[in-house]
């Protein structure tokens, strides 16, 4: 859109106070927007594991008469992939639920809940790049070409875990509000 007015009343920034009256609208911008991230990013670890099953059902590596997923080095990539995956989705739904459990329940979000989601989102994303790279690893030659979706999932991981929101800094606040001290992350 081009040369259009938004009104105020129709904005908000980070630090405004919640002006719509459904619940979720009252969970802090940053708690509401971060854990997309993390999403996406396990998103992309589980095209990334899908991709490779199919890859390793029908490849033959070079000095082999094994198929990749019959050889022991791509089950275990493809297992300890899976358990980043699932581990991370699992913390992430539980620093969610235990957020939207605690604003109910209360009607504001606590500074634990709200790191707690912080961290879940970072770790997700953390997760993620590792699972990728077991997988990229895994696919041998065939990952490099840009027609190989591991070679996508590479870069995607890996440019949404540079993102300000999910870098190690949040583990740092984190740990100050697990041990009861003052967050110095303004946006936790």
């Not at 993620?128 to 190989?148: E, P, R, T, W």
């Amino acid at each position: 859109m081009h040369d259009v007015f938004v009104p105020s009343a129709f904005s908000s920034g980070f630090f405004d106070p919640h002006v719509l009256p459904e619940w979720r609208y009252r969970i802090p911008a940053f708690s509401r927007i971060t854990p997309g991230l993390g999403a996406m990013a396990l998103g992309t670890a589980r095209t990334a594991i899908e991709t490779l099953k199919e890859i390793a059902g029908v490849k033959t590596p070079i000095r082999s008469t094994q198929t990749l997923c019959d050889t022991p080095d791509a089950q275990a990539r493809v297992a300890q992939a899976e358990a980043l995956v699932r581990s991370a989705r699992l913390f992430l739904f539980d620093a969610l639920g235990q957020l939207w459990t605690t604003l109910l329940a209360s009607g504001e979000v606590t500074m634990e809940a709200r790191a707690l989601t912080r961290l879940a989102t970072s770790h997700a994303a953390s997760s993620a790049v590792q699972a990728v790279d077991l997988m990229y690893v895994a696919g041998g030659g065939n990952s490099i070409y840009v027609n190989c979706p591991l070679e996508c999932a590479v870069r995607d991981v890996h440019i949404g875990h540079s993102h300000i929101a999910i870098q190690p800094c949040v583990t740092y606040a984190t740990g100050r509000v697990l041990f009861g001290l003052d967050s110095d992350a303004p946006l936790l």
